[in-house]
Structure formats: structure tokens, C-alpha cells
């Protein structure tokens, strides 16, 4: 890639141009086509380019014959022809136009991000975009990013903000960890008492809350206009004291457990035994993956300590049976290994530490493994050990090591074509403002997205870390904390 261009990902293919580009002045025509999908993407484009100072455009339904254009086309033939249509695009940038092409209005934003991450200003202060050619496509169907709302509550606007980042960069699944120990963060119709009674709680006495079933949808709606698929995650058979203290049907005892809003991990579990767990199952899994349109629900599995593997399998078993009865595909995390999953079903590899040979195994009857290695793309570690926020239990994360691995490489015996794609995690115990969350989050999702985006002979440690160095202009513009990592010179 040429060193003038900033580009993160780094795309498949990339060709400077001939002549000085296309200048962005007042009177640009912003040409879209009838659906309403390109029309409300066009729409984006006009308040981007205001935002960053082109001044107001012309949004024009038929060409008029004017220099200076952006064209945004849905054309079945644009991009790589071997990569995924929904995703794919193309972009051609000379003197007179740019011309954004793809089959689905997903890869047409994602040209127009492209776009927005070339532009340049002249001495005079023109804004221009440099001539280029760019046929791009991603490696991986699956590239996300799990927040994590049930240790601290974060607020639609603030996810909303989160979601601007991810589609910037080309990441299209947002991972919502919506149960815990300390908090419930969803409102489940067929279950009051689970906000009633567990919402309010958070981490070391915070401020609690929850979504609403409209504030989930406005979540959802938000999530489509980038490109984005919401995974709900309600987290079972473990992670379930705030569920516990909503119902003490679901106890041994009958009664509710306390609130609980300290860090520790593992001391919670529902009771296979009990009537009241498979109804409360099948009822939570029901509404959850009837108020998502996204093809996921994930459902957890992860650190049940001191549960015995048949009573953990049998629980499991419910909570997968309830998400393909409502039509989805099960995700869960990698301690669900050893449990009979559906063929397609995903498992979310966190630790490296154990369970290689299960997913291995798991793989071998039709499961796909998602990458979010602990290690990696855990962003709530430390970038160091002076760093005020996060844990430690997975090392210090600098922007090199989120930078510098291949998801297909990390299990042994894993086939390739197993590898749905790579999720980066941000658990919340320590986090409690936007602020410090996006400080966790930049620069390093930008390396995490590359990993996801772009295949290993076409990106490159040195190349990327000249062009992260660009963005910092981005998230000033937007306003958003980050951390200026040593890796990089900025």
C-alpha cells in the first residue's frame, strides 16, 4: 500500500492512480439510487462530509454531469469475485468522481469508510480524496467485539458510540455479555422480575440499569446501518447470581440470593433438578432470540466451578434446545465443547490454558470456532503493569500483541476452514465510564480488526503501525479517549 495512504484495515487490493484526485469542495454531488437502505447511507455521507468540513452536499438521484462526485452504486459484479457479496465492494477514485460499487449496501458502507480514511487536505485547506483503485473483501465472515454491560451498565448511547467504531473498521458483530453475577441488563417479557430485581446492581455499588425492549431495538436498528449483527448473550449455567436473586424458585433453598457486586468468578450455578430452571430456560432463550433478528444467541457456558459434567451438560442441553426451538444458531463459549451441539453451532475459544483437543473434536462434527484468545483480544487487560484500568490474568496486552497473530495458527489440529472468524472481548469489572472503555478499546481494536480483515501476506507490522498513527485525527474529531501506545509513533 502506498505510504500516502491510512487505510485499516489494510484492504486486498489497493493501485494509486493517475492525477491529483478528486477535490471535495462545497457542491459536491452525492449521487445514490432509489432503495431506502442506499438513501439513508447517502444520508450518512452528507453528514459526514459536513462534519469534517467539505460543507453541504447535493444528494442527486440521477447524474447531472457535474465533476467533483461521489457515486454510491449496488452492483451485483463489484468487488472480489470470489469473496462473499454481502460484504464486498470496490473503489474508484479519479479527477472527477469516486465511485463506490457493491452488491449489498454492507460492502457500500464499508467503500465509504475507505473512502473517508483516504482523504487528505492540499496547503490551501481543500479536502481531497487521492486517486486509487481499491477491490477489497474481508478474510473472515465473522469479526467482532463482545462488550461487556452486566459488570458496569452502559447506556444505549454509549454502545451506539462503540458501534460508530466498530463500523469504521470494519467489524460487523456486536457481542452483548447481557448477564452476570452483579447485574441483568435486559428486559425479558416473560420475566419481570429480572430487571424489577437485578437490574439496579453493578460492580462495587455503580450506577445499574438495563435496556428496555425499545432501547434494544434502537440498539438492533443502530447496529444495521453500520453493518453490524447483535449476539445477545445470556450467560447460563454459570454467571447467574443476578437470575438467582430475581427468582429463588431457581435456588435450592427457595429463597433469593443476595445481590452481589464483587469480581469473583465461578461461585454461582443454576440447579439441573429443579422445575423451575427449564422453565425459566426455555422462557429467557424464547423472548431473548424472539426480540433479535440476527441469526445468534449465545448462551455462555463458561467457568460453571464445581458443577459436575453430567448436571453441566443437562443444563446446557436446555438452553441449546430453547435457541434452536426459536430458530437460532447457538454460540457458546469453549467449556461447551464436550456437550452435543447442533452442526453449525459456535464455540467461542477464550483460554488458552485449556480445551484445545475439545474443540478440536467438537470441529470434527460440524462445530466452528470463533477466535477471542485471552491473551490477544482481550481488551480489558493492561497495556502494562503501571496501566491504572483492567486485569492481568491473561498478561498485558500492548497494541504488538493484539497486532502480531493468526487465528488459524493458535490450535493445533484445528482445520482452517473451522475458523469462523475473530472476536476481541472488553469484560467491565474495572471500567465504569465510556471514557476508560474506549481507552481500552483504541488503538488496539483497529489491530484486531486487521487481523479479521485482512489475510497475514497482505498486512504487515511496520505498515501498520505508520497508518494506525493516522487516526488519531479521527478520534479526536469524535471525540473519544485513547491510549497512546509506545508502539507507534504518533
Known amino acids: 500500500?502506498?505510504?500516502?495512504?491510512?487505510?485499516?484495515?489494510?484492504?486486498?487490493?489497493?493501485?494509486?492512480?493517475?492525477?491529483?484526485?478528486?477535490?471535495?469542495?462545497?457542491?459536491?454531488?452525492?449521487?445514490?439510487?432509489?432503495?431506502?437502505?442506499?438513501?439513508?447511507?447517502?444520508?450518512?455521507?452528507?453528514?459526514?462530509?459536513?462534519?469534517?468540513?467539505?460543507?453541504?452536499?447535493?444528494?442527486?438521484?440521477?447524474?447531472?454531469?457535474?465533476?467533483?462526485?461521489?457515486?454510491?452504486?449496488?452492483?451485483?459484479?463489484?468487488g472480489p469475485v470470489d469473496a462473499d457479496p454481502a460484504e464486498r465492494y470496490s473503489l474508484v477514485v479519479d479527477h472527477r468522481r469516486a465511485l463506490v460499487r457493491a452488491p449489498a449496501v454492507t460492502g457500500?458502507?464499508?467503500?465509504?469508510?475507505?473512502?473517508?480514511?483516504?482523504?487528505?487536505?492540499?496547503?490551501?485547506?481543500?479536502?481531497?480524496?487521492?486517486?486509487?483503485?481499491?477491490?477489497?473483501?474481508?478474510?473472515f465472515a465473522w469479526r467482532g467485539l463482545s462488550v461487556d454491560v452486566a459488570r458496569h451498565f452502559f447506556p444505549v448511547e454509549d454502545i451506539e458510540l462503540v458501534m460508530s467504531l466498530m463500523g469504521y473498521y470494519k467489524l460487523n458483530v456486536l457481542h452483548l455479555h447481557l448477564s452476570d453475577d452483579q447485574g441483568w441488563r435486559l428486559d425479558v417479557p416473560s420475566r419481570p422480575g429480572l430487571v424489577e430485581r437485578s437490574a439496579g446492581?453493578?460492580?462495587?455499588?455503580?450506577?445499574g440499569g438495563y435496556y428496555t425492549s425499545d432501547e434494544y431495538r434502537r440498539i438492533v436498528a443502530f447496529a444495521a446501518s453500520r453493518g453490524i449483527t447483535v449476539v445477545p448473550e445470556i450467560d447460563v449455567p454459570g454467571h447467574v447470581n443476578a437470575a438467582l436473586h430475581a427468582y429463588g424458585e431457581l435456588t435450592p433453598s427457595g429463597e433469593p440470593t443476595d445481590a452481589y457486586t464483587g469480581i469473583e468468578v465461578g461461585f454461582s450455578r443454576l440447579s439441573a433438578g429443579l422445575p423451575a430452571t427449564r422453565r425459566f430456560l426455555q422462557d429467557v432463550f424464547t423472548d431473548v432470540a424472539a426480540m433479535t433478528p440476527g441469526p445468534y444467541v449465545h448462551l455462555g457456558g463458561d467457568e460453571v466451578l464445581g458443577l459436575e459434567p453430567d448436571e453441566y451438560a443437562a443444563l446446557v442441553g436446555i438452553a441449546h434446545d430453547a435457541v434452536r426451538d426459536a430458530g437460532k444458531v447457538v454460540v457458546a463459549w469453549q467449556e461447551a465443547a464436550g456437550v452435543p451441539l447442533a452442526p453449525g453451532s459456535v464455540l467461542q475459544y477464550w483460554d488458552p490454558r485449556t480445551g484445545q483437543a475439545e474443540l478440536v473434536a467438537a470441529a470434527a462434527v460440524g462445530c466452528r470456532v470463533l477466535m477471542s484468545p485471552g491473551t490477544r483480544a482481550y481488551l480489558d487487560m493492561?497495556?502494562?503493569?503501571?496501566?491504572?484500568?483492567?486485569l492481568e490474568w491473561a498478561g498485558h496486552i500492548e497494541l504488538r500483541d493484539a497486532y502480531d497473530w493468526d487465528p488459524t495458527l493458535l490450535i493445533p489440529g484445528l482445520p482452517m476452514e473451522s475458523v469462523i472468524g475473530v472476536e476481541a472481548a472488553i469484560w467491565t469489572e474495572t471500567l465504569t465510564t465510556v471514557d476508560e472503555l474506549t481507552e481500552m478499546l483504541l488503538p488496539r481494536l483497529t489491530a484486531i480488526a486487521e487481523v479479521a480483515w485482512t489475510a497475514p501476506g497482505r498486512r504487515g507490522w511496520d505498515s501498520y503501525r505508520r497508518r494506525v498513527a493516522a487516526h488519531r485525527d479521527y478520534w479526536d474529531l469524535i471525540g473519544v479517549r485513547w491510549h497512546p501506545s509506545p508502539h507507534v509513533d504518533w
Open 1 to 78: 500500500m502506498p505510504d500516502s495512504l491510512s487505510i485499516v484495515p489494510a484492504p486486498r487490493y489497493v493501485e494509486p492512480g493517475d492525477g491529483p484526485g478528486l477535490g471535495l469542495g462545497a457542491g459536491v454531488g452525492l449521487l445514490v439510487g432509489p432503495d431506502p437502505a442506499e438513501i439513508a447511507l447517502g444520508v450518512y455521507v452528507a453528514r459526514l462530509a459536513e462534519r469534517i468540513g467539505i460543507g453541504p452536499v447535493d444528494m442527486l438521484s440521477a447524474d447531472d454531469g457535474r465533476d467533483h462526485l461521489i457515486e454510491l452504486r449496488l452492483d451485483p459484479a463489484a
Open 108 to 139: 457500500l458502507y464499508y467503500g465509504v469508510v475507505t473512502l473517508r480514511q483516504t482523504l487528505c487536505s492540499d496547503p490551501s485547506g481543500l479536502v481531497y480524496a487521492p486517486a486509487l483503485r481499491v477491490e477489497d473483501a474481508p478474510r
Open 201 to 207: 446492581s453493578a460492580v462495587h455499588g455503580a450506577r
Open 382 to 390: 493492561k497495556y502494562d503493569a503501571a496501566f491504572p484500568r483492567g
